[in-house]
T-cell receptor, first 113, second 109 residues
Framework: IAGITQAPTSQILAAGRRMTLRCTQD?????MYWYRQDLGLGLRLIHY???????GKGEVPDGYSVSRANTDDFPLTLASAVPSQTSVYFC????????????FGSGTQLSVL | GQNIDQPTEMTATEGAIVQINCTYQ??????LFWYQQHAGEAPTFLSY??LDGLEEKGRFSSFLSRSKGYSYLLLKELQMKDSASYLC??????????WGAGTKLIIKP
């Protein structure tokens, strides 16, 4: 593994189903983030974690949950998917602090039907 | 509210120079980032400005004026591989990152 790995790459999901998007990083970064990207909109933060064991809500957290049991993993769960959650999801990490840049995973294209 | 504005789309010619503008209105300011995103791929970091002035990095330069709430990304000697979306993001007073919708840059031969 080098950098951030997301899985799956793409998924088609029936509405009402539960889904977990996986994210793993090997850079020992403290901070991790989940964003969604929709056409014509900027990246929107769903949830974040500044360090293992802590999580926080972003701009659009409803319908999503996260956990941060260790430094490397930051899964995102949709408890009961709805069509408005159709989007491209990016996991990102940063070393933590003020001016550091984000490193992004390759993204998950999720379609909820 | 907080807002980042950048043009939706721009077209330029291979070998030329293009300037992509970004204006922002945020509650506080703790730095401005530019990211490049090729179609179907993840964003990758290009530049970071926290003080006024020009930061040059090879063919790419980024400028910031905090008093005007304005930044631009300057791309010189354009190559076909520069066809991508360019995302402007501002870290506000609470260190939250606010993203623009991105500028799609089309390079023509």
């Amino acid at each position: 593994i080098a950098g951030i790995t997301q899985a799956p790459t793409s998924q088609i999901l029936a509405a009402g189903r539960r889904m977990t998007l996986r994210c793993t990083q090997d850079m020992r970064h403290n901070a991790m983030y989940w964003y969604r990207q929709d056409l014509g909109l900027g990246l929107r933060l769903i949830h974040y974690s500044n360090t293992a064991g802590t999580t926080g809500k972003g701009e659009v957290p409803d319908g999503y949950s996260v956990s941060r049991a260790n430094t490397d993993d930051f899964p995102l769960t949709l408890a009961s998917a709805v069509p408005s959650q159709t989007s491209v999801y990016f996991c990102a990490s940063s070393a933590g602090g003020g001016d550091e840049k984000l490193f992004f995973g390759s993204g998950t294209q999720l379609s909820v039907l | 509210g907080q807002n980042i504005d950048q043009p939706t789309e721009m077209t330029a010619t291979e070998g030329a120079i293009v300037q992509i503008n970004c204006t922002y209105q945020t509650s506080g300011f703790n730095g401005l980032f530019w990211y490049q995103q090729h179609a179907g791929e993840a964003p990758t970091f290009l530049s970071y400005n926290v003080l006024d002035g020009l930061e040059e990095k090879g063919r790419f330069s980024s400028f910031l004026s905090r008093s005007k709430g304005y930044s631009y990304l300057l791309l010189k000697e354009l190559q076909m591989k520069d066809s991508a979306s360019y995302l402007c993001a501002v870290r506000d007073g609470d260190y939250q990152l606010i993203w623009g919708a991105g500028t799609k840059l089309i390079i023509k031969p």
